[in-house]
């Protein structure tokens, strides 16, 4: 059975996200809303009875000091006057963390018969607008067409198709490198979205000429994710070749008036090499682990990082500055045995909020929305950690109209004797935290390749949305198996999921990997899917035979998978 709930501001009440629309409606230069109210709704499914649904609205989906809940019946909402109404929900296979965390509350509760819970945005906008008009409005400011669309059917007991209904057969696929040639070569990068160019691709088709055999997809996929930009730092390690011009005149110089100097790897000849030459002695491992740790006292050493999610906040600036956070914060998480994360810090860098929309790009987002959803994004997944943003900046300038700079810095502390680890023969490689989809495929590659006006379409599967509550729990749990001494090592399955964590854990001793056994949000997913998601929230940790169950104890539920 199915409920439709709504739950809206009661009258007097400052409406804090309709009078946002509003003014960002007013930014796109109609003027014709006289008023926007906006409305959460939650379809829930399952066996409960009326008396069990009202009390789900009064105790957990309604503040009864300033909201009213509605229980919608069986018919379609009627649109009067000038009201136009537009739904928004998550597509199949996105993360809403609101519906896990709706369902936990619910069982809380003590009521056991809901099944599942899918959300939705609506809003209610008021005034004189054409078809043209709410479709800009819509398209620009209520709803990412990457992880969202448009409710058509607003009655009671919608509900939206879920990623995965039917199930995967087994079948091994076996990529033709071996014959191919230089056109075919980038063919196969192109369509399987590698981002890896020609003498890349001519490589790996050399190294497979040697085993005399062709790569599995599984192979080729793992390759790139490690040759990507964001695991690779290519553009760090590369060669670099540069004029220094002479004098003060560097906005209109007509010819150079420097020599060419040259820089062999950007990374090792600037910052490792000055960490090198300084060799401080309270420097207890850089350049090596998730994060760099130094000493802080006699006890606890500190360690910090800082990294970038520039490409999936273009896409989509909530989820993709949120996972940047998120991912950040994995960090120090994964950094010797598991550092508590104790402070955020932010730089961003947007084109000019005042761009004007005739000049934007094709396939682009306004600055303004990019800057606020960043800004939320990062906001939303520190707070719910409990994890201060302490201090950050932002610098606008045209140049990141394409493509902004979102840097995400993370700062944890953990015990001295904690700041190491290592893996050894006969260790269980055990993944913990969330469950498996399809969120984040091919993430990390799509950092090598250059954003266009079809990457949003393209690279839609690179976009994630984060879950903090999720790995909260996860941060909690973990530092309590830590100080029990119940893994010798852990790394976060960030860029390139599975095939970068197992394989930056095992890189020394090798290992097999059952991916029948990883835990799935749905059925569906092939085995590479499963090797290369960046679904968030999730820890590899390697464990002793003898330990497994006292781990497990501490993870609870998570070896099951949907059936």
């Not at 960490?275 to 850089?286: D, G, Q």
């Not at 960090?331 to 402070?343: I, V, Y």
Request: aromatic share 6%; proline share 4%; glycine share 10%.
């Amino acid at each position: 059975m199915f409920w439709k709930i709504e739950v809206i501001d009661k009258p007097g009440i400052f409406d804090a996200v309709g009078v946002g629309v509003k003014k960002d409606v007013l930014d796109l230069g109609i003027d014709s809303v006289k008023d926007v109210r906006f409305v959460q709704v939650y379809n829930i499914e399952g066996l409960i009875s009326r008396q069990e649904l009202e009390r789900i609205c009064a105790e957990l989906l309604a503040d009864k000091v300033s909201q009213d809940y509605r229980i919608v019946a069986g018919q379609k909402r009627s649109v009067r006057g000038n009201v136009h109404i537009v739904e928004v929900a998550h597509n199949p296979g996105v993360m809403d963390p609101v519906e896990d965390s709706t369902l936990k509350g619910i069982r809380d509760l003590g009521i056991g018969g809901v099944t599942s819970i899918k959300t939705a945005r609506k809003y209610l906008l008021t005034g004189k607008l054409t078809e043209p008009q709410l479709k800009t409005i819509s398209e620009k400011l209520l709803y990412n067409k990457l992880i969202q669309h448009v409710v058509k059917d607003q009655s009671c007991g919608y509900k939206p198709l879920v990623a995965g209904e039917t199930g995967y057969k087994f079948g091994l696929v076996i990529v033709d490198l071996l014959q191919a040639t230089d056109k075919r070569l980038q063919e196969i990068s192109s369509q399987g979205q590698l981002f890896l160019n020609l003498i890349e691709m001519r490589l790996i088709r050399d190294y497979f000429k040697k085993l005399g055999r062709n790569p599995t997809d599984c192979e080729l996929e793992t390759i790139a994710q490690t040759w990507s930009e964001h695991c690779g730092h290519k553009t760090f390690r590369g060669k670099i070749e540069y004029k220094e011009i002479i004098g003060q005149q560097v906005h209109k110089v007509a010819k150079s008036q420097g020599k060419t100097l040259k820089i062999n790897n950007l990374l090792k000849s600037t910052i490792m090499k000055v960490t090198r030459e300084l060799n401080k002695p309270w420097c207890v491992s850089v350049f090596k682990d998730n994060s760099g740790v130094i000493e802080f006292d006699d006890k606890y050493n500190v360690c910090f990082k800082v990294e970038t999610h520039n490409h999936p906040s273009a896409l989509e600036p909530f989820g993709g500055a949120n996972t940047g956070i998120g991912g950040v914060i994995r960090d120090p998480m994964g950094t010797g045995l598991g550092a508590k994360p104790f402070l955020n810090t932010d730089v961003f860098c947007f084109a000019p909020p005042d761009y004007p929309f005739s000049k934007l790009p094709k396939g682009t987002l306004h600055p303004k929305r990019i800057a606020k959803g960043v800004v939320s994004g990062v906001r939303d997944y520190g707070n719910k950690m409990g994890i201060p943003t302490v201090n950050g900046s932002v610098l606008f300038h045209e140049g990141f109209v394409g493509n902004p700079l979102v840097y995400c810095g993370t700062a944890g502390i953990m015990p001295k004797d904690k700041s190491s680890k290592k893996t050894s023969t006969g260790e269980l490689v055990v993944v913990v935290g969330g469950r498996t989809g399809r969120d984040g495929i091919h993430g990390a590659t799509f950092s090598s390749g250059e954003l266009t006006h079809e990457s949003e379409t393209i690279s839609s599967g690179a976009v994630q949305i984060g879950n903090p509550i999720q790995e909260k729990k996860m941060l909690d749990t973990l530092l309590v198996a830590r100080d029990r001494g119940l893994y010798t090592a852990i790394t976060d399955c960030g860029a390139g999921g599975l095939s970068s964590a197992v394989g930056e854990m095992a890189q020394e001793l090798g290992c097999r990997v059952d991916l029948e056994k990883v835990p799935l949000k749905y059925r569906g997913l092939s085995y590479t899917e499963i090797w290369i998601s960046e679904s968030q929230e999730r820890m590899t940790i390697s464990v002793k035979k003898e330990k497994l169950e006292q781990l497990l104890k501490y993870f609870p539920g998570r070896t099951s998978r949907p059936r």
